[in-house]
């Protein structure tokens, strides 16, 4: 198994991350230029047919979904006899709940001032369902990349999960429960987690 590729990952990322929670935290003016960007183009204006869209896609990156898809893939790792990355991968996927609440806490910016359709809770910054979507849907592009046998397959799912993961994102934004700043910022924070939990994971691979 090649692992080269996964520090730069986790470097870039982790760089990002803690870039863009300093600029958050000290209201640096490009941050306020990017949420107000995405208030005015992304955030519903009324309630249409992409307000149920976007409720759709934002169920697919909820924490239940993860820890589901979590179990799902820990299983298919013992199924192809790599228990120690099925136990990672269930050890990840829970966590990422514990991070999003951390991180939210310590960061605790408030979410966007505006009506929604739909009551959210808590802090803003970084969004959960942005991390929570980059980790589990990065995993599946991961272990197809380890297991699938055919390019096409890991190509095609790996622009689905790029696709998901984008729209997931949006879906945040346009229910107005996150700045565009959260959604990369649970992004980034998801790709350092995607990459460390795949590190110590193939740790063991031959």
């Known amino acids: 198994m090649k692992r080269q590729p996964i520090l730069p990952f986790f470097l870039i990322n982790l760089l990002l991350f803690l870039f863009l929670a ?17 208030m005015n183009t992304l955030t519903a204006a009324s309630e249409s047919s992409l307000t149920k869209m976007s409720s ?3 169920q697919l990156g909820s924490y239940n979904i993860c820890l589901t898809f979590g179990f799902i893939l820990s299983l298919w790792a013992i199924q192809k006899e790599n228990h120690w990355l099925s136990f990672c991968i269930l050890a990840g996927s829970a966590s990422t709940r514990l ?3 951390y991180l939210k806490g310590a960061i605790d910016r408030d979410r966007p001032p505006m009506e929604t359709y739909t009551s959210f809770h808590g802090a803003a910054f970084p969004s ?4 929570y979507a980059l980790f589990i849907y990065g995993m599946i592009v991961l272990l197809l990349s380890l297991f699938a046998k055919k390019r096409i397959l ?3 799912m790996t622009s689905l999960a790029v696709a998901i993961i984008i729209l997931i ?3 945040r934004v ?3 429960a996150h700045y565009l700043t959260d959604v990369m910022g649970g992004w980034f924070i998801g790709g350092v987690w995607l990459s460390f939990i795949w ?3 193939t740790l063991r691979q031959k």
């Not at 959960?128 to 991390?131: D, S, Y």
Request: one cysteine or more; proline letters at 0%; charged letters at 5%.
């Open 22 to 38: 300093w600029s958050v935290q000290s209201t640096q003016s490009f941050v306020h230029v990017l949420d107000q960007w995405g």
């Open 56 to 58: 759709a896609f934002t």
């Open 99 to 101: 991070i999003s609440v």
């Open 128 to 131: 959960g369902h942005a991390l």
């Open 154 to 156: 890991c190509i095609s």
């Open 169 to 171: 994102g949006w879906s």
């Open 174 to 176: 346009y229910l107005g």
């Open 199 to 201: 590190f110590v994971g």
